[in-house]
């Protein structure tokens, strides 16, 4: 579904910004090598503007590439790359000031099951199309299907099911080079003093790593699914995204990437938090 | 295996326990002087405090240990005020997440124990202790088949 109206507005608004000077680059996409792919395009020359689309193949979450983005740039963004944005202004590892954000409503035809945010939540110029916008404040808690499906199997099944899952893992971390919530310099799976995990694709390692890397997304995804698309092996990596968005939503209500004074849920606390986890027996409970 | 083996590998199970120093550390100590009696099953690992304690730790511990326990100070007693309030937001999401990839609830506890507590130590040592004993062979994140 290309939207040649909203295409056309998004070309012009980025030649503009060029022509004028505000902007060095603007970070958008361009048609791929692959049918139905498109691929993250840095534009420089005004005149390189008219090679910029927005269609189905957008799945990317572009906010990745500002991080190292030194030049002043304008991003061409879709609901959950504004969400995304939003974390990294509050995470302090971009200024807003240097950096323009088109927003446009997410070109997807199939769009991610029960995503609600599908216009961006920050932008200096929207491009309106007639999507709906929603209050941020109208959001519900999330509930995920395949989450609550999962959960109706037992223990034994479901552990078979993830070992299944991260077997299938070949360690090419695209699932972490991908995120834009994953930016440390050096990751855990890469230290080498200590080393935490080894390098092989171990069942071990493996399930390690995915559990933590879904932890350590927690409170801060989006879930605009750029590790599952990014793997070459078909992981289910949105199931445990999906578990933890849905426990932080209902133990700090909490859903990260939608206004700009959030305070991450792992970053606070508060004194009377519910405390689920503790043992039972042998206290004096 | 036959029946004196399974009761040797069941006394052999280990569990790493992570203590704040400022706390559950000295309310082991405590329970040592008393003379509370405990299993021996624990490796004592010693932290600054309960959140300096990593969910990567925990999960590195798996690997070589039967079940890991992680205790701290009571909420409203940390040292540094507020350590064990925001490690008790990680252990939460933690916890739900082993659940739900299907770990046994038994493996994986947290508890608070204060310096005072050293009778509870003993006894949530010797609870943990027979829990863990109950479960089935840990497969140590799969580098353990069940034979």
Redesign the interface.
Known sequence: MTDTNTLSKIQEKARRLLEDGKVEVVIGFAAGTVPGKSTPSFISAKEDCESLVWDNGCSLNLAKYVLKEKRKAAIIVKGCDSRSLVNLITENQIKRENLYIIGAACPLSASCAGCQVKVPVIYDELIEDGSEIREVSTIAERRYDDVLEFEKLSAEERKAYVYGEVSKCIRCYACRNVCPACYCKECFAEKSLPQWIGKTTDIGDNLIFHLIRALHVAGRCVDCGSCQRACPMGVNLRLLNHKLLMEVGSLYQFEAGLKEDQILPLNTYQYDDPQPFLAKGGGHE | MNAKDEMDAKDDRKIVAFLCNWCSYAGADLAGISRFQYPPNIRVVRVPCSGRVD??FI??AL?NADAV?TSGCH??DCHYT?GN??A?????????????????PERV?????SAAEGN?FA??????TD?VSKLGVWD????VVDD
């Open positions: 969910p990567l999960l590195i690997k326990l909420p409203g507020s309030l925001v008790r937001r990680k252990f939460s999401l933690l916890k739900s997440l082993l659940d739900f990839v299907g770990v046994e506890q947290f508890d608070w124990i509870r006894a949530r040592i010797n609870t943990l829990q140590r994140w799969g580098s």
